[in-house]
């Protein structure tokens, strides 16, 4: 099995987010990565290598926002 850099990337950009989200009193996430184009498929839903890791993300992120109307994300 090949991984790429970009898909390691993601995968742990969404394991972090992941961790985030299952916080009690996180208000604010905030993205800090060195790699701005990786950390834009996340949102692109129509990058098909990397729809799994926007799926779980955005999921993450719902139910983090649904959490707090102050929740908010950085980047």
Do not use: G
Not at 39 to 58: E, G, T, V
Request: glycine share 0%; proline share 3%.
């Amino acid at each position: 099995m090949n991984i790429s850099s970009t898909e390691a990337k993601l995968f742990t950009i969404r394991c972090d987010i992941s961790q985030a989200t299952q916080l009690q009193d996180v208000m604010q996430i905030a993205v800090v990565t060195d790699t701005i184009p990786v950390a834009k498929r996340i949102f692109d839903l129509f990058h098909y290598p990397y729809q799994l890791h926007s799926i779980i993300i955005s999921y993450d992120l719902r139910k983090f926002f649904n959490k707090n109307f102050n929740n908010s994300i950085t980047s």
